[in-house]
């Protein structure tokens, strides 16, 4: 029970002393800390891909990164139900989540750092793009996700002939709630390298085979996990019933570990088979999505969110969320982010599936998105 009966005039204006001397009174705002469920700041959101992109190319016209006007040329997506969270909205998707879009043009070279934040890449589209990461360098194709976790060097370069983009998640607003930020710069503009070009992925070709060394964990066992073989082993799944939530998905992992590829962010890539039409689920862990391929759309909280490909969308904590094919012929892929590690570690996560109507939300709206 919510105990707020009328207060005198005399109890109100105690309430404002407090504050005018830096107290608060529990009775009065005990509700807000102890919510019956979560209240997410952030919002159910989409980007539209022509929209990020159109800002992007003229990103690319105003700045050269590298060379003194940037480290990096990235546009990142701000949830607006964070806008207010200062400095700069947390860069938050959602409330733990940072995306964005990276343009490398070719010859660029976005120099060498590491930070505090966990760091992860999916490879939109453009040939040419290569990523040093603790030593090693990564050749970067369309569809493969790369990490470069907690406190590793990295730095990206363009040895192709057109614009390389790849979408960034990093734990940035969570960092920045807990004032654990710190980066360093490396002396050289890229650090030198320490084993052969794509050295883990050849190292890991065997699917469920590890190299004995990697018996003991490894911070990056495994830098790149490649398109073609997240692509076999979703069709592997698609020869039995798919998930009613999901379709058919599949988690990157550390295999030294068996745990998250990246310490603090999850990530998954699903495929929605032609004609699927998942059931809602909600939960607290926070999700950001990219569409890598295919049409469709995502019911969150009531409200249809259309998405085709290389739009983003949030489904921030504790929204009631279901995905749709559109198309009766073409398969749909997702690529998604989310917080689970950092929620599991702390016992946070719940999940509820939706009972009423079949599990289908009523659909009261459809939104908007801004396009360019
Ligand atoms: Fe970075
Ligand atoms: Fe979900």
């Not at 599936?353 to 599990?359: F, Q, R, V």
Request: aromatic share 12%; hydrophobic share 35%.
């Amino acid at each position: 029970m919510i105990y707020m009966a009328a207060w005198s005039k005399d109890l109100e204006q105690f309430h404002e002393e407090l504050d005018s001397v830096n107290l608060g009174p529990l009775w009065a705002h005990i509700h807000h800390m102890n919510t019956i469920e979560p209240k997410s700041k952030a919002i159910p959101y989409l980007w539209k891909s022509e929209l990020i992109e159109s800002y992007l190319t003229r990103a690319e016209k105003l700045l050269e990164v590298g060379t003194g006007s940037a480290e990096r040329r990235a546009v990142y997506l701000v949830n607006p139900g964070m806008k207010h969270l200062k400095p700069i909205a947390w860069g938050g998707a959602t409330q733990t989540l940072y995306a964005a879009v990276q343009a490398v043009k070719p010859g660029e070279i976005a120099p060498s750092h590491r930070h505090t934040a966990t760091a992860l890449r999916f490879v939109m589209k453009g040939k040419g793009g290569f990523g040093r990461v603790d030593g090693e360098q990564i050749t970067f194709s369309p569809g493969d996700y790369l990490i470069t976790p907690t406190w590793s060097w990295h730095d990206h370069t363009n040895k192709g002939d057109e614009t390389v983009f790849w979408m960034d998640c990093l734990d940035t607003p969570f960092i920045m709630a807990m004032d654990v930020s710190f980066t360093e710069f490396h002396p050289d503009k890229q650090q030198p390298l320490l084993v052969p070009d794509d050295f883990s992925s050849k190292r890991y070709q065997g699917g469920m085979v590890r190299p004995l060394n990697d018996r003991q964990p490894k911070n990056v066992a495994l830098g790149r996990f490649k398109w073609e073989l997240t692509k076999n082993a979703l069709d592997g799944l698609s020869e039995f019933p798919a998930d009613p939530f999901e379709g058919y998905a599949v988690e990157y992992i550390n295999p030294s570990t068996g745990k998250d590829a990246n310490d603090r962010i999850g990530a998954r890539m699903q495929k929605l088979p032609a004609g699927f039409k998942g059931t809602a689920h909600r939960h607290v862990h926070s999700n950001v999505y990219h569409v890598h391929k295919g049409q469709g759309y995502t019911v969150m909280n009531g409200v249809r969110f259309d998405w085709s490909e290389g739009d983003f969308f949030a489904v921030p904590a504790w929204t009631w969320h279901e995905h749709v094919n559109t198309s009766s012929s073409e398969e749909a892929y997702l690529f998604s982010t989310n917080d689970l590690p950092i929620l599991e570690a702390f016992r946070f996560e719940r999940q509820e599936d939706y009972k009423e109507n079949n599990g289908h939300q009523d659909i009261n709206d459809v939104f908007v998105p801004i396009r360019p």
